[in-house]
């Protein structure tokens, strides 16, 4: 027996059978979308059959909004960069090169040319004392034409009232910095500070966990450092809407 063109779900959105080409599909759906739309007000069942399809439209990351400019497009390599302040270091001094490591991995999964974290890491530990513009000296040594850079004012896992229970919780800033051309022939280069956006951090958003639930300590922490990571690296590329946290 033939498989019927079209079923209906739970909440009455039209379905289409996998197994059909994309083409076959789209011709269906228009189809729909015409015969319905005249008795449906607002055409309510077009959008339900092009999500349907195709899913929700991504929104534009908090980048693209702020500079109207798509940051993997003009990227030809990107740096990430973490700094935090002594406090922030209190609980985990591992902290920078964790979130270096981390936003690395997720931007790379979203097709950034992005430096490999252990080099930064490196070029950091031996080379950043007593340099006075850092993301000048990372573009130069990288070839890299943007920075991002990750300031901790605050960084914790642990409910501040109570040892035993976990909320992961970080307070701080994310700069971008482009590598342009400087002098009068253009025979130098500066960086450029282009994008700032603050960022205060809770995991779990409402309220902590007790340890026993939440494993150990260095459990907790990776997690919260891989969550805090996806949501930083969301500033840089569109995703749908439902994906925020």
């Known amino acids: 027996m033939d498989r019927p063109l ?17 083409a076959v599909r789209i011709a269906l759906a228009l189809a729909l ?3 319905t739309c005249a008795v449906l007000p607002g ?10 399809i195709w899913g929700d439209p991504n929104q534009d990351c908090d980048f693209k909004k ?9 990227c030809k390599k990107l740096v990430i960069l973490s700094n935090s302040t002594i406090p922030a270091q209190a609980e985990y001094q591992a902290l920078d090169n964790d ?24 070029w950091m530990e031996e080379n950043s004392e007593g340099v006075a513009d850092i993301p000048t000296a990372l573009g130069a040594k990288f070839k890299a034409n943007f920075i991002v850079l990750v300031k901790f004012e605050e960084f ?10 976990f909320q992961g919780h970080a307070r701080g800033s994310v700069f971008v910095y482009e590598i342009v051309k400087a002098g009068a022939l253009g025979e130098k280069t500066t960086s450029k500070q282009i994008y700032h956006h603050p960022f205060d951090s809770k995991f779990p958003i409402h309220k902590s966990i007790p340890a026993e639930e939440a494993g150990n300590v260095d459990v907790f922490r990776q997690k919260y450092i ?9 500033f840089f590329y569109d995703h749908r809407p439902g994906e925020d946290f």
Not at 6 to 22: A, D, E
Not at 43 to 52: D, S, Y
């Open 156 to 165: 914790g896992f642990r409910e501040p009232r109570s040892v035993n229970m």
């Open 226 to 234: 891989a969550r805090l990571s996806e949501e930083l690296a969301r």
């Open 6 to 22: 079209i079923t209906l779900s739970g909440n009455g959105t039209p379905r289409f059978p996998s197994g059909r080409s994309p």
């Open 66 to 74: 702020q500079t109207n400019r798509t940051l993997k497009k003009e």
């Open 43 to 52: 055409c309510q069942i077009v959008i339900g059959v092009m999500r349907n």
């Open 99 to 122: 979130v270096i490591g981390e936003l690395t991995r997720r931007l790379r999964s979203q097709e950034f040319k992005v430096v490999e974290s252990h080099e930064v890491t490196r």
């Open 33 to 35: 979308a015409g015969s």
